[in-house]
Structure formats: C-alpha cells, structure tokens
C-alpha cells in the first residue's frame, strides 16, 4: 500500500526566508501526490497536487513541490516565508483507480518567526 | 457555489453509545471519503464512497460503518464508542476520484467521554 513520510514535524522559518517541507513517498505504481494545509479549528484545503503531467508543481499562496521520482521525494517550497504561512502541513498520496483512497503524512507544523 | 458541510460540528457521547455523523458534498461532487484525524495516529482514511457504493475501506473496525444517499450526501455510524474513537472527524468531496480535488469540510469534534 502507498504511503508517505514528513521528515520534521515541527520546522520553524524566520519572515522573508525559505520554506523546505519535506515529504518521501512510497508507491507501488506512478501515484498521485498532495499537499494540504490546515490552519486551526479548520478543515484541509489543497495546496498542490502532482498527476503525473509537470514535474514542478505551482500551487497556491505561493507554494511549489518538486516531484523526483529517482528520490521519491516531494518537497514542498515557498521562497519567503509570511505570517500566515503558519499552519500544519500535510504531504498525501493516492495510486487513484488502482487504490482509491489516500494516504496522509504525520503533518510538519511550520511557525513563522517575526 | 457552497462548500463542504458537516453536522454538527461537535458532539460529546459516553461510552457505549452510538453516533451518527453528517456530510454534506459540493453540488455535483459524487465522491464521498471520511478520515479520522488525532493527535496520536493523525489523518487516517476511513471510506469512500461513489454513487452510493463503497468503493475503499481503510483499516478501521466494523463498528465503523458508513452509506451514501442517491443526492451523494453521506452519513458515518459508529457504534459502542470507546474513549479512543474521540477525534476530529472529515468528510471530503470531490468530482468522481479521490485524485480529483477534494474539498474537505470543517470537521465534527467528537468527543466520547
């Protein structure tokens, strides 16, 4: 079965600096990939998913995911980090019609430092 | 167009008792998936459903049980609840597949006591 591993379950970024999430996949077929974001007392909303087209995914409020398929890897990046970025961050995975459910990390809560 | 929408959005139970939650999809959504979400075991996929059919199960007991109506609202049972069922609990639609977009509604606080 798919899943997926968050490397860092807290990462603390200064305003204006580099967002790195990290998300490491196992899938036994080419999978689908995700990332969501949850802010408190909230549901999840999509940032970006990977379906198998470009490898560089563009995603909302500035984000981006690298898909690397000799890593299986999917990190999550943001160039400069805003206040509220700060949320808890998900990376999914699904295999689609073969699997059709979907597989989610531990979570990374990112803080943002003033 | 309106968003996903889960009643209630808080519920305290005893053990032993029965609880039925409530979905609500995006007009035109007919995929239905339920996840649990706690601190300790985070997000974990329950069901889906599709036109009224249970397509996947996750590792979940049978005291888990889930349906879907023809308009694709859905409803997630659970029965003889144990103080370990407390969690959130997230309904989200998408077009057909899981790999489509999903929207995820606001959750249900189920708290067992």
């Known amino acids: 079965a798919q899943s997926v591993t968050q490397l860092g379950s807290h990462v603390s970024v200064s305003e204006g600096a580099l967002v790195l999430l990290r998300c490491n996949y196992s899938?036994?077929?080419?999978?689908?990939l995700f990332w969501y974001v949850q802010y408190p007392n909230q549901g999840l909303q999509l940032l970006l998913k990977y379906t198998s087209a470009a490898t560089l995914v563009k995603g909302i409020n500035g984000f981006e995911a690298e898909f690397k398929k000799s890593e299986t890897s999917f990190h999550l990046t943001k160039p400069s980090a805003h206040m509220s970025d700060a949320a808890e961050y998900f990376c999914a995975v699904s295999e689609g019609e073969n699997n059709n459910d979907m597989r989610f990390g531990a979570g990374t809560r990112l803080t943002v430092k003033p | 167009k309106a968003g996903v929408t889960q009643t209630p959005r808080y519920l305290i139970k005893t053990r032993g008792q029965q609880v039925t939650l409530s979905c609500s999809p995006i007009?035109?959504?007919?995929?239905v998936s339920w996840y649990q979400q706690t601190p300790g075991q985070g997000l974990q996929f329950l069901f889906e459903y599709f036109s009224e059919t249970q397509r996947n199960k996750g590792n979940f007991p049978g005291r888990f049980s889930g349906r879907q109506f023809s308009n694709s609202r859905s409803e997630m049972n659970v029965s003889t609840l144990e103080l370990g069922d407390s969690a959130l609990y997230l309904c989200?639609?998408?077009?057909?597949?899981?790999?489509?977009?999903?929207?995820f509604g606001p959750g249900t606080r189920l708290t067992v006591l």
């Open positions: 007009s035109g959504h007919r995929s």
């Open positions: 899938s036994s077929v080419p999978p689908y």
């Open positions: 989200a639609s998408s077009f057909a597949e899981v790999t489509d977009t999903q929207y």
